[in-house]
């Protein structure tokens, strides 16, 4: 079981996926990089980074008289538990119509993707089911 909890809405993705970036950043860094282009005030980026740290996905430490921010959870990680988030919600508690529905979709958007979901397929169960 993770110890972070994943980002609520695009706005606490887009900060951590700049943290990302960054590597380490203020407040202030983060605000100038998301908050202000969006139209957003200061404090506003402000409680955003407080959420994401109190979700466990950054960290923070003083740096002078400022707070520096960085990842605690690599992106990677967080990418599967959103993936795994967003299946589980299209799948629901009966999943073989929607994984139906699914392949259906896939075949009208670009039929060259079966292949590859094929080949994906294949390579995980090569591989196991607990990767």
């Known amino acids: 079981m993770p110890d972070f909890r994943l980002p609520a809405d695009d706005l606490e993705y887009a900060v951590l996926h700049s943290l990302w970036e960054l590597r380490n950043a203020s407040v202030r860094d983060l605000h100038e990089r998301v908050g202000a282009p969006a ?3 200061y404090t506003t980026t402000a409680k955003v980074v407080d959420r994401l740290r109190d ?4 960290e923070r430490r003083r740096d002078g008289g400022a707070f520096v921010y960085a990842p605690r959870v690599e992106r990677d990680v967080v990418e599967r538990a959103r993936a795994r988030q967003l ?3 299209f799948l629901g508690p009966g999943p073989r119509p929607a994984v139906a529905a699914l ?3 896939v075949d009208d958007i670009d039929p060259a993707l079966l292949d590859a979901l ?14």
């Not at 979700?55 to 950054?58: N, V």
């Open 39 to 41: 139209g957003l005030v």
């Open 55 to 58: 979700k466990g996905l950054i």
């Open 87 to 89: 299946m589980s919600r």
């Open 103 to 105: 392949v259906d979709a």
């Open 118 to 131: 094929e080949r994906a397929i294949h390579s995980k169960k090569g591989r196991g089911h607990g990767t």
